[in-house]
């Protein structure tokens, strides 16, 4: 579990600004390191290499405005203001506010990491995470998703690790008692969960939210 204590997110000003660049480096660290040895090994390349790939290209189309002027898009906020502007009524449809918005897919890990904190578990297979993936996967990415991904996903299901061995994944390999491991999960969650959600905030705030299918 240290594995994602090595990459945690900044805790957020009182005003919940999210500033841009260490944003866009954390979301690269989180997304490299602890899903190529994490997330992929244990959801499967089925399941989590689709996302990894979808993160990190808008993480890129991000990080492109961003350079354009640092200053001037100092926070994620600034970006969707300036876009706003710019484009008019083509936003939100374009530019980095719409990778940003499916950089969302953060939310992802942010819930499945909390159902496996909070314990939920399938009655009949109590050591299976299946339950937890599904949970993620139905309040964050299947309303994106065609009926063709939706199926995909269904299937990559079966392939789906034991609980035990995921959780061993994030201690890198150690062997840890279940209750220490989920309190770092705890932990990790404090500044990424109010990250993941100030940017849930802004873009219903700012009307910036649509309905897109992939």
Known sequence: MALLLEHQFR????????ETRPFLEYAIMLVEV???DIMQYCLGPTIFAPIKSDILANITKVKAVYDTNPG?????QQILEVEKEMYGTQWPKV???????WLKSLRFIQVFLQSLLDGEKDENNPNLIRVNVTKA???TLKRYHSWWLQQLFRAALFAAPYRSDFLKALSKGREVKEEECLEKVKKFLINFSVTVDAIYEMYNKMNAEIDYRV
């Open 137 to 139: 996967y139905e309040l």
């Open 95 to 101: 530019g980095a506010t719409l990778a940003l918005m």
């Open 34 to 36: 602890v899903s190529f």
């Open 72 to 76: 001037r898009f100092r926070t994620l």
């Open 11 to 18: 805790p957020l000003p009182a005003d919940r600004q999210v």
